[in-house]
Nanobody, 126 residues
Framework: QVQLVESGGGSVQAGGSLRLSCAAS????????LGWFRQAPGKEREGVAG???????KYADSVKGRFTISQDNAKIIVYLQMNSLVAEDTAMYYC????????????????????WGQGTQVTVSS
């Protein structure tokens, strides 16, 4: 059974940076898709970035050029480096895992993910 443990959220001023981590355990394969989503109060959940075990990635337009998703394949840890943060990035951030890999074009669709982390809060003050 795949389990996810997130860390790295916090509070930062606009223009600052944070790095989120998500450690996945229980995978019986080295092929997978992992993603980061966020949800702000009163808003729908939004796909932020996703990555496949082969290294292909996809980003939401709102974070392109500011956020970078990366991974440690050996340990199945996915990172989200967030730079140039703005107040609109304030949200609860969730890591998500799919039991099998999907085409990169699907990585921001929540429906492909079977397991979700508990979430970590990111607050950006302007």
């Amino acid at each position: 059974q795949v389990q996810l443990v997130e860390s790295g959220g916090g509070s930062v001023q606009a223009g600052g940076s944070l790095r989120l981590s998500c450690a996945a355990s229980g995978y019986s394969t080295n092929s997978y898709s992992l993603g980061w989503f966020r949800q702000a109060p009163g808003k729908e959940r939004e796909g932020v970035a996703g990555i496949n075990s082969d290294g292909t990635t996809k980003y939401a337009d709102s974070v392109k050029g500011r956020f970078t998703i990366s991974q440690d394949n050996a340990k199945i840890i996915v990172y989200l480096q967030m730079n140039s943060l703005v107040a609109e990035d304030t949200a609860m951030y969730y890591c998500a895992a799919a039991r099998r890999p999907w085409s990169w074009s699907f990585l921001l669709q929540p429906g492909i993910y079977n397991i979700w982390g508990q979430g970590t809060q990111v607050t950006v003050s302007s």
